[in-house]
């Protein structure tokens, strides 16, 4: 029989060791923020934005890589909430990730904490609302991950970081233009593109009404800034340029990349970019910043957005025309700049999945996926969008709740891995992912613009794309050596785009179209991991959940009384939890001396 002080020791050593591989004793940051409807005129007309703690766009979220992040969440708008963070992994905690298919809707008036690790990642994300809509009101705001500084950048550390988030935009309420999507109407062209929320700066006095506020963003001559730039809208894809200054871009979506000479960058929903940018330019004038349509006429033009870059030293305000949109209708232009972009494989960063290999091009692939997607379709007398002939319906017992609760019935694991010459069906359809298997997904566009899909959970590596159909032969044109890591691609109209994923984070993870009328009427899917052995550092049902649909009845009342100004109690818990660790710490040394000493 084991001595009691023994057990006493193994038991104090097993609590330290899985407080210890909870926190990992990484830094933790907290946020309270508190989501409600703000008043602004963005475009010169009054309407109802959503805001986070009274700011839109929200506040940037600044961590760095192995940080724990804590995030209360109080919803005060008139409908259920969530918000998600587009490209932050949560390894082996999908729990986390804001979908409706990992964690019940927060009600209005009801808070909820999100608390995640920002493990082995880096680089420039953008979190934003995922349900009703919303994301056409706003609630968005930028992820920063930083290195850590044992980590060199692969470039000389910039003089300063900035945010910039822009997003086609509309006077209508989310409320209106869901009702349009709903009913087949397309939302026609984008009453103005805000860049960081304001509307444009009045280059030309026919496109641009007086009185509108824009942005401006100050500069020191000679100096290096760091801009992440991130398309945070609804379907437009937008060319980004500063008028005489060249783009270096360096990084995207959590990889640092090739390092290369840009005047401009098509960024399409959802994606975004790291640029350095030298103030070089004499500072005779301001400059242009501008973020235009890509792929439209010229009914577009006054959906333009234009802020200012404004020298310390300027001596007057930008005049004349914007800076010339190169190739408009030219998508094999935008291809080609797509294809461009390269992982710079010798850079040290946290790595993309498979976490420490550089040579995905050697890995044998062991489920292929070919997911075609379609235009809005009547299906059952209702406006659908489908992949593989599905349309996701989503059940009101998240999918991550069914799964841990074993409810049956809630989903099925038959996504299709091509097109089926079938009707098209409104369903529930999952794909079964192998646990640690190598994923070859090919998206074919057949809608007549450009579509972007992302994956949470993952960065996959952008292997392939062209115009025209897939076929097994455009494997042979494949980057098998430094196709960039990311979480976002474009899919241009009539054309394929491959990518390749290592599923190594157990999870239930959302594959999504980033074009908010594509996803909202049904152009999203699931994908279930599955690690077949008990890891024991996997997170499990966090003590907060929110109970809905078949589990509904597992929810106890929420008090709604809140108040952050007492800080944040999550945050006391948590200091109570380190100091549990350093009192279990102190006692299972002592006790480890006393069994030695018996
Ligand atoms: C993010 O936080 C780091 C410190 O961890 C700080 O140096 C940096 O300036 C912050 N960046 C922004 C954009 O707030
Ligand atoms: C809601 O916020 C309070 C702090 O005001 C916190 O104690 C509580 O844990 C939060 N609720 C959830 C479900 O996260
Ligand atoms: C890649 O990263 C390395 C290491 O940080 C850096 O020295 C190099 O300049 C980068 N190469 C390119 C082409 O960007
Ligand atoms: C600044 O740039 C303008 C336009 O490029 C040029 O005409 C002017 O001579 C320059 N001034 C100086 C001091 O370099
Ligand atoms: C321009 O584009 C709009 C909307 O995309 C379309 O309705 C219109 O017919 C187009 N006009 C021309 C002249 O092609
Ligand atoms: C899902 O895939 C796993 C192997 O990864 C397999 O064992 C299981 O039977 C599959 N489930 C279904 C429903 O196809
Ligand atoms: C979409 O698919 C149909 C056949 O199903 C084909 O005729 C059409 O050319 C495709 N369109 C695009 C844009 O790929």
Redo the contacts with the bound molecule.
């Keep these: 029989m084991p001595s009691p002080s023994s057990f006493i020791t193994t038991l104090f050593l097993c609590c330290f060791l899985q407080l210890y591989l909870a926190f990992a004793g990484d830094p933790f940051v907290f946020y309270d923020w508190t989501v409600s409807y703000i008043g602004a005129s963005p475009l010169g007309v009054k309407q109802k934005v959503i805001g986070i703690n009274g700011q839109f766009p929200g506040p940037i979220l600044n961590a760095t890589t192995n940080w724990n992040v804590v995030v209360n969440v109080k919803n005060d708008l008139d409908e259920p909430l969530l918000l998600t963070w587009n490209g932050v992994q949560h390894r082996k905690n999908s729990w986390q990730d804001g979908v409706s298919g990992t964690s019940c809707p927060i009600p209005a008036g009801w808070n909820w904490t999100y608390q995640f690790q920002v493990k082995d990642q880096i680089g420039s994300f953008f979190y934003f609302p995922s349900l009703n809509f919303q994301k056409a009101a706003g609630g968005y705001g930028g992820v920063i991950i930083n290195n850590r500084e044992v980590i060199p950048l692969p470039f000389g550390f910039p003089d300063g970081d900035i945010t910039i988030l822009l997003s086609d935009w509309y006077t209508r309420s989310h409320k209106d233009l869901r009702k349009d999507v709903e009913n087949g109407v397309d939302l026609g062209v984008p009453d103005g593109v805000l860049i960081n929320g304001f509307g444009p700066y009045r280059y030309d006095d026919t496109l641009v009404p007086g009185g509108i506020s824009y942005q401006i963003i100050n500069v020191e001559p000679g100096k290096t800034y760091r801009f992440r730039v991130h398309n945070v809208g609804i379907s437009t894809s937008l060319n980004f340029r500063i008028q005489n200054h060249n783009l270096l871009l360096v990084e995207t979506e959590g990889s640092y990349t090739v390092q290369q000479n840009y005047e401009n960058m098509d960024i399409h929903v959802g994606q975004s970019y790291s640029f350095l940018v030298t103030m070089d330019q004499n500072a005779t004038t301001d400059y242009y910043i501008v973020a235009s349509p890509r792929f439209v006429n010229t009914s577009w033009d006054r959906a333009t957005g234009v802020a200012i870059l404004h020298y310390s030293n300027s001596q007057g305000p930008a005049s004349g025309p914007l800076p010339a949109l190169i190739g408009q209708d030219d998508p094999s232009f935008s291809m080609n700049q797509a294809r461009s972009i390269r992982w710079n494989v010798s850079a040290g960063a946290a790595r993309p999945n498979p976490q420490g290999s550089f040579r995905y091009g050697d890995i044998t692939v062991t489920d292929v996926y070919v997911i075609l997607n379609r235009p809005p379709e009547l299906i059952n007398g209702k406006w659908r969008t489908t992949l593989n002939g599905i349309s996701y319906l989503p059940p009101s017992t998240p999918l991550k709740l069914a799964q841990q609760f074993k409810v049956l019935g809630v989903y099925k694991l038959d996504f299709p891995n091509k097109f089926m010459n079938r009707p098209p069906k409104v369903d529930t359809s999952l794909i079964n992912g192998t646990f640690k298997g190598f994923m070859e997904i090919i998206f074919q566009n057949?809608d007549?613009t450009v579509q972007t899909y992302h994956m949470d959970g993952y960065a996959f590596f952008v292997v392939g794309m062209d115009f025209g159909v897939w076929t097994e032969n455009s494997r042979s044109t494949y980057n098998k050596w430094d196709g960039v890591a990311r979480s976002t691609t474009q899919v241009f109209?009539?054309a394929w785009t491959a990518i390749l994923v290592s599923l190594d984070n157990a999870g239930i993870w959302n594959l999504r179209a980033e074009n908010l009328n594509s996803w909202y009427l049904g152009q999203e899917v699931y994908i279930q991991v599955v690690n077949p052995e008990v890891d024991y550092t996997e997170s499990s049902l966090p003590q907060n959940a929110i109970y809905c649909g078949l589990l509904s009845s597992l929810q106890k009342e929420q008090s709604h009384k809140f108040d952050f100004s007492m800080g944040s109690p999550f945050c006391s818990n948590s200091r109570v939890m380190l100091a549990l660790l350093l009192l279990v710490l102190i006692e299972s040394f002592f006790f480890s001396m006393w069994s030695v000493v018996l």
């Design positions: 057949n007549t109209p009539g």
